[in-house]
Each structure stands twice: as C-alpha cells, then as structure tokens.
C-alpha cells in the first residue's frame, strides 16, 4: 500500500508543481496567501492572469509570527489576500481586519461550515484545517471562485481534475490506516496540531501543548501524557521542528520510570511545510510525509 501512495504522491507533485508557477502576464492579479498551505491550495483553482506570493517565510511558524515592514509593504501592494483565519495568524488579526477595508481579505477558514471545524470552546475554532485534505482543498476552491466576483476580472479556474486527486488522497491515506487496528492508532505530539488529521483517520491523540505553540505546559501536561501513552500503550511519540524535543525527553523518560518504553519519532510537519523541493515541501505533500513517518515508526515499533 505504501508503494502506491508514494507513487501516487510523485503524480501529485508533479501535478502541482505545473500549478503552482503561472506564466502570469504584466497585468496579474496579486494575490497574497499568509501561509504556504494556502498557496498550495488556492494555485490551482486561479487562472493564469493571477501571481501569487506567499507572505510567511519558509518554515515560520505562524501562531507568533509579527509582520514586519515588508510584509506591510507586500500587503499593500497585493489585490487580494488569503489568510487561513480562525486565530491561526493571531498578532495579524487587526491589520487584516484594517486591510480588508480597502482590498479583499478573505479567510479560508469562513469556507468552511461550523459544523466541520472543531471548537476549542465557545468562541473558538481549532486553526489546523490543512491537515483535513477535502475540507481544506474544497474551501480552497470555493475562496477563489470568491476571488472571482470580488476582483475586476475573472480569476476562477474551475479544476475538477485536483479536487478529485484530493479525495483520491485522501481515501488512500483511510485505506492505509484501517490496515491498523484502531486501538493502536494514537497519536502522541508536542504541539496539538493534528485533531483534524486524528478526526478523519480515527487516531487517538494527545499533546503537551495547546492548540496554539505559544501555551506554555509543565510538569502536570508531562505526567498526564505519560498517562494517557502508558494507558493506551502507545509506543512512539513526535516533535516537530518549532517544538522541544527535551519535553518529550521528560515524557520519555516518565514513562520509562512506569517500565513502559517510548520511542521519539521523526520530526513532524505541523505549521509549514517542509524544505522547498521534498515531498512534505508542499500541501497536500506534507500530510502526505507525516502520515509515512508515524506509519512507519509504528510498523518499527
Ligand atoms: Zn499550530
């Protein structure tokens, strides 16, 4: 199963890499994506009048990310821009309300229907919508047919062929994790990233941070994890690359003290992607990378 969708995804690539880079004439449309997920996903739903440039720098992570004077100067030179919303770009949240008086600013996030977010509480949506690969595609296109009736010329490319990759993806990725007994699928991560990853593919999951990289945890976030993997008799538990290995050292080391032995898995794609070029260096590439690494640490295991 792991050979089909490794080939698969170099199909996908390819396919996007054609997407993604739009001989644009002289009188483009710029349109502005804060993160390169959106990017990724909007690229191919635009026409060809249409640049697109990507705001964050590569690997940023956005929670915390604070504009600075080019980003201003790049927002306001933009037709458009495409925030993915939901707090996500959370010390940008008034400049884009401030922006969105004179130019549209769109939120991926409003594409997408309250019933398929996941609260965090009453007021409050989890912002990690790129790791549901339908939702986040099909929002995606919906954002640009907006484009469409909100700039002066048409931009919208209507790209069934994508969206039906996208589904295709993703009912390889549920075909590959009912291989697995659900009881060992579950998911241990520093930052709580991948609720709607674990939602759609039936994984259990815990995490030392909150939802967003900026909430601080301790000892008792330590003991509860511990908990909770010696319980479910998980066996691997990831970092990423913003986030602190040495915590889940701490947690390692927990469950070692409870004879329960816990292996730290590679570094996971949370926030961004990975370096430009390599199969998570893009969306859908990265959900594509992380699922073969937890995949493969659990068959290790
Ligand atoms: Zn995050």
Redesign the pocket.
Known sequence: MRHSLFVYCIGFCLFLDCTTAPSAPKTAFKIVTTTQMLADAISPHLNSSCSIVVLFPEGIEP?SYRPVPSDIKLLQEADAVLYNGLHLEANMESMLEHLGRSKPCISLGFFIPHQDLIPLDEHSYDP?IWFDITLFGFAAMKAADSLDKVLSKPVFLSNQTHLDSLVQLDSLLLKQWQNLPESQRVLCSV?D?FSYYCRKYKLKQISLQG???AAEFGIYEVNDMVDFIVENKARVAFTEAHALTKAMKSVQMGCAKRGHKLTIGEPLL??APGKKGSLGGSWPGMVIENSDKIQKAFSHD
């Open positions: 929670h990690h930052h990233a939802v967003s990289t949370t926030d």
